[in-house]
């Protein structure tokens, strides 16, 4: 294979370059792409998606990716080396997939539990979420692939994203927001940052001047590309002179050659500006060229025993154990006398391996919480079962089935036929056949599908998905469908689900668009055969939208048709003779997802109740929330164990299941708080927009520094976490010496277990003159540490970091003289021990 040209001599290219190809390198080629200039030998580069994995250049039937447990699974480690450990396997991923940038990590704020995308970002905390960006961004940059950090700034809600006006005070804006950011820059030098959809105090992010030139270029002193969100341009002059250099996706839609080159002529947009904008592409360029990918390189799967094995590791790294009485975990695959362990709930046997939207992908592979317990059971000596029962649903419609399904050559899936016409009979004969594809799923959105086929901007097509299916059981089963485009469900030829002669407008797929599911029941034998088709017309057929001119998509699915009371006293039956029960319940891409915020905190469907229930006849009752946010749990005092297992990737069933069997000692601390309801919150009255605008009302008192500064009790606090050894911390000292603030504690493992503590820093002022939270995460390192091992941690914490905050009246970094305080503990609850020191001369300062 032919590698990339040498490095690019960008002053020679700004000589070189004409006005009009100048322009053109100001916008993507196309949805991932950069322009390339053939005859200046300036290659296109690609980008790609993004905070959970590399999902490569397609969402229809892309090539299989490896998933990572998501941003706020990822934090809740606590690990830095960790965090370059994954950084480092996201290059490798993106090299396989030819991908020069990565589009992540996401660095925005955890503001709210109901943010439809905080399962991307990584805390409410700007220093825990600064570290965990910059280990990441480290691990990436160090294989040569480049980071984009993204989305710059207060990208913290999905309601009216591209439109809402954020209004934040500067000293809020500093401290929370920007924080994670100059963290990031200051430690890891991103190579590329990624502009927010939104405004900010008036002014859209891409064409901020204050935000991208007098703090990002002037103050920070930052040289990498400024790239917009897909579609999250909004003007030409106005972007071009603010510094965002990149337009994507392309084609353009606001850097086209005529208009932008008549502002030139004009002397509307000067011809410096087009130069600068165009030396930060090409020193991109340069960068990219760096990584080695071939310019005939494919897009492949990285999926190998040391990926799985990296993403298991990490995995079990970010599970956090919030209750554990009586020692109910970990379980055991061997004992003394025969146990039954009775799995139950409606994520036991589906994989939650990401949040939904940009973040998720065709997953190499996926593990399911039940295939872990089944794997953990057959390693044991034959003493311990596992019974099964679902309890409730989760999804929003009716569950895929591909693994239910047989598709034409007989494995689990559905074979796709496409055809120019629909079809008219239960034949095929008078259609001619273009594409055929397998899948092993029975949610499609077609939204980047291309064929050689289909003329450029030809939108009509018609697909047939069909597999055969054998029921488990005989009884009445449930079809039903949402489609963009139009469907329609037939079993054995019997039409069971219209999609398509009516049709009413629903909340599915990427942006919300499409119809509502429409319903239809059958009834089956068990053990026969049925043939199941799906008719589908593309979007151009959707009859709710005479313009809309997308290649559309479909969700069909289907179960066995009972009421949820039937299914909660099934399960109840099933936990009243199981010595414990461990039910999977949690949150969905359907429910927690780009595109939209949450309503409540609540976890859809009868979740609350089947807990309920089930822990009235059984007291060994664990629960295992899978969550990229808090859910409310009213049970909480009802169950014996409780573990967060975030959105946890392919190796998800692994990973849970080495936890809970004691494989691996849980270590993660929670990287948000949990309130007990959603009204606690700090952001509820100003969460969402308000005609086109939402206030931060709650100021730098974001999670865990709001609920202490109003002493308000919480479900669980920010950094919280057991384990299945304890520990002790003693013998706190703190000196300052220069502008370090030094630390050291000891640490003693005092139970009997190897395990690992994470030991947190805070810092706190005496008597500020200006009001401050109670005290503020500075630091924090994870030890592992065996049975009676001690040691001795120390930390060198800068003091502007320790003690900093945003004068707005000297418009500058502050840090003032006094007595202050380190606290120490394992979670920002228990942070007990204390030492004293102070500053001797007040100071101020700019820049990272």
């Known amino acids: 294979m032919s590698s990339l040209m040498n490095s690019l001599d960008i002053d020679s290219l700004l000589e070189e370059l004409t006005l009009e190809e100048k322009i053109s390198l100001l916008a993507g080629s196309d949805f991932w792409h950069t322009v390339p200039i053939e005859r200046l030998g300036i290659p296109s580069v690609r980008t790609s998606d993004g905070p959970n994995g590399i999902r490569g250049t397609k969402f229809f039937n892309g090539i299989p990716a490896n998933c990572f447990p998501c941003g706020t699974a990822l934090a809740s480690s606590f690990n830095r080396e960790l965090w370059r450990e994954a950084g480092k396997l996201m290059a490798e991923e993106a090299k396989a997939k030819a991908a020069h940038c990565i589009l992540g990590p996401t660095c925005n704020i955890v503001r709210s539990p109901v943010g439809g995308r905080c399962f991307e970002s990584f805390s409410e905390d700007p220093f825990l979420s600064g570290f965990a960006a910059s280990n990441i961004i480290s691990g990436i940059q160090k294989e040569k692939v480049l980071a984009c950090i993204k989305h710059f700034v207060c990208n913290d809600q999905e309601d009216e994203r591209k439109a809402v006006n954020t209004v934040v005070s500067e000293r809020a804006m500093r401290e929370i927001y920007l924080k994670p950011f100059q963290i990031a820059l200051r430690e890891a030098q991103p190579k590329a940052l990624m502009t927010a959809y939104n405004k900010v105090n008036g002014t859209h992010c891409s064409e901020s001047q204050y935000l991208l030139q007098d703090i990002l270029r002037d103050e920070w002193k930052w040289n990498g590309l400024v790239m917009s969100d897909w579609t999250g ?34 002397n509307k947009i ?5 130069d600068s904008n165009v030396r930060q ?41 919030l209750k554990n009485e009586n020692d109910v975990l970990p379980l055991h695959n061997k004992t003394e006398k025969p146990q039954k362990i009775a799995i ?18 065709n997953a190499s592979y996926k593990v ?46 559905v074979t796709a036929k496409f055809y120019k016409k629909p079809r008219t009979g239960t034949s095929d004969d008078n259609r001619e056949l273009f594409e055929t594809f397998h899948f092993k799923s029975t949610r499609f959105y077609l939204s980047d599908f291309k064929s050689k086929h289909l003329k450029p901007g030809e939108l009509l097509f018609y697909t047939d998905f069909t597999g055969t299916f054998v029921p488990e059981e005989t009884a009445t089963y449930e079809f039903g469908c949402s489609v963009l485009g139009t469907a329609q469900i037939f079993v054995d030829d019997k039409l069971v689900v219209d999609n398509k002669t009516h049709q009413v407008a629903g909340e599915d797929f990427f942006l919300g668009i499409g119809t509502r599911q429409e319903l239809g029941s059958v009834d089956l034998e068990k053990g026969r055969e049925y043939k199941i088709r799906v008719e589908f017309g593309s979007g151009a057929t959707y009859t709710l939208s005479s313009q809309y001119s997308e290649r559309g998509g479909i969700y069909f699915g289907a179960r066995i048709k009972t009421t949820a009371e039937e299914d909660l006293m099934s399960a109840v039956e099933v936990a009243k003779s199981a010595d414990k029960v461990v039910i999977f319940v949690g949150l969905s891409k359907e429910w927690e997802s780009e595109g939209f915020d949450r309503p409540n905190m609540e976890i859809p469907g009868y979740t609350n109740q089947l807990i ?22 009213p049970w909480i005092d009802n169950v014996a164990g409780l573990v967060q297992a975030w959105y946890g990737g392919n190796e998800l069933g692994n990973a849970i299941a080495d936890v809970l069997f004691g494989d691996v000692n849980p270590s993660g601390k929670l990287s948000m708080t949990f309130p007990k309801r959603l009204e606690d919150n700090p952001s509820f009255l100003n969460y969402g927009s308000t005609n086109g605008r939402v206030i931060y009302g709650e100021d730098i008192f974001v999670g865990y520094r709001y609920y202490e500064k109003v002493g308000r009790e919480v479900l ?36 009997s277990r190897k395990g690992a503590e994470v030991v947190q820093v805070y810092v706190a002022q005496d008597k500020p003159n200006i009001i401050k939270p109670v005290k503020e995460l500075r630091d924090f390192t994870k030890v592992t540490l065996d049975p009676g091992q001690e040691r001795e941690v120390y930390f060198t914490i800068p003091l502007n970091d320790a003690t900093g905050y945003w004068n707005t009246y000297s418009e500058s970094w502050e840090s003032d003289a006094g007595a202050y305080k380190v606290l120490v503990g394992s979670s920002s609850r228990d942070a007990d021990l204390l030492q004293g020191f102070s500053i001797e001369k007040s100071s101020s300062w700019l820049g990272l």
């Not at 000067?270 to 087009?274: A, D, L, M, Y």
């Not at 760096?290 to 990285?302: L, T």
């Not at 036991?348 to 992908?361: F, N």
């Open 612 to 633: 309920s229930e089930i822990a009235k006849v059984n007291r060994n009752v664990i629960v295992v929330n899978q969550s990229g946010s808090p859910v409310s749990m």
């Open 716 to 751: 669980f606090p920010f950094g919280y976490g057991l384990s299945y050894t304890t520990f002790s911390l003693f013998n706190l000292r703190v000196k300052v010496e220069e502008r370090d603030l030094k630390v050291s504690v000891s640490l003693k493992n005092t139970g």
């Open 233 to 266: 341009t909004y003007s030409i002059k106005d972007a071009l002179d603010a510094g965002l250099n990149l337009e994507m996706p392309g084609p353009t839609r606001f850097r086209e050659v005529i208009p932008v080159r008549h502002e030139v002529y004009t």
């Open 368 to 413: 399911t919480p039940f295939e872990g317990f089944r794997s953990k059971i057959e390693e044991g000596d034959g003493s311990v079962s596992l019974d099964y029962s679902l309890g409730c649903y989760l999804d929003r419609n009716l569950p895929d089935i591909g693994h239910l399904l047989r598709d034409d050559e007989g494995n689990p899936g």
């Open 270 to 274: 000067h011809r410096k500006v087009i």
């Open 344 to 361: 139950i709930g409606p994520n036991a046997k589906v994989a939650q391996d990401s949040g939904g939207g940009s973040a998720a992908m």
């Open 281 to 321: 592409v090409l020193q991109f360029v340069n960068d990219c060229m760096d990584a080695g990918i071939p310019k005939d390189a494919v897009e492949s799967p990285h999926n190998t025993p040391e990926a799985s094995a990296t993403l298991r590791k990490i995995g079990g790294e970010t599970i956090v154990l």
